[in-house]
């Protein structure tokens, strides 16, 4: 298993702002992915982070509105610029394991007002 | 187009009774097959999973069924608890190349189960 840790875990932010949210993992891990839980909803990947290099962006997102760093095997960021009121969601870091399972910090809920 | 098809959307299960919660998926390259249990204000939880070599994989009172021939697999949750009252997601993953990690969800169950 790993254990991620994401900050922050809640913030209210204004329309037009940006906000970056941190994943720490407890280990070295090859592949981390971003994903978003609208309310009520499924979860969606946003992005594959690869370390050194640029993220891989699935269809629908783009690296303009959710900026990705991954500047080693333990960490990454996500930004979600120019925020709107659609972005309110659940942003979640996760990673797959050497195991073979993808496992998933606790998120990091994002209300825009 | 949804990869991953789950029903029902919400299950209510008397405590000590089945729940049984369904998915069905069309890509074949499909093979690696996870729930996840979701409670409010937490993200998923890895609850158990199954690669397509087995039909069945048993964990406690948690049980993936597996039919490849039907491309669907099953959640049955025996001797159901109030504890259990959760939001279940499953999901699928070809487990390889440049599709590994990245998971195709079902639109989750949201699953009571009244004392």
């Known amino acids: 298993s790993a254990v991620i840790s994401q900050k922050p875990s809640r913030d209210i932010c204004q329309r037009g702002t940006s906000l970056t949210i941190q994943c720490q993992v407890d280990?070295?891990?090859?592949?981390m992915f971003w994903y978003r839980q609208q309310p009520g909803q499924s979860l969606t990947l946003i992005a594959t982070a690869n370390q050194g290099s640029e993220a891989t962006y699935e269809s629908g997102f783009v690296i303009d509105k959710f900026p990705i760093s991954r500047p080693n095997l333990t960490f990454s960021t996500l930004t979600v610029s120019n925020m709107s009121p659609e972005d309110s969601s659940i942003y979640l870091c996760?990673?797959?394991?050497?195991?073979?399972?993808?496992?998933f910090g606790e998120g990091s809920r994002l209300t825009v007002l | 187009q949804q990869q991953v098809k789950q029903s029902p959307q919400s299950l209510i299960v008397q405590k000590g009774g089945i729940s049984i919660i369904n998915c069905a998926y069309e890509n074949t390259a499909f093979d690696y097959f996870p729930w996840y249990q979701q409670f409010p204000g937490k993200g998923p939880a890895l609850l158990i999973a199954i690669r397509p070599d087995v039909s069945e994989k048993k964990e406690g009172r948690f049980t993936i069924s597996f039919n490849k021939s039907a491309k669907q697999f099953s959640l049955h949750i025996m001797d159901s608890q109030p504890g259990d009252s959760a939001t279940y997601f499953c999901?699928?993953?070809?487990?390889?190349?440049?599709?590994?990690?990245?998971?195709?969800f079902g639109r989750g169950t949201q699953l009571t189960v009244w004392p």
């Open positions: 999901a699928a993953t070809a487990d390889r190349g440049s599709t590994l990690g990245r998971l195709y």
């Open positions: 996760s990673v797959w394991t050497s195991g073979g399972e993808l496992f």
């Open positions: 280990s070295q891990v090859t592949m």
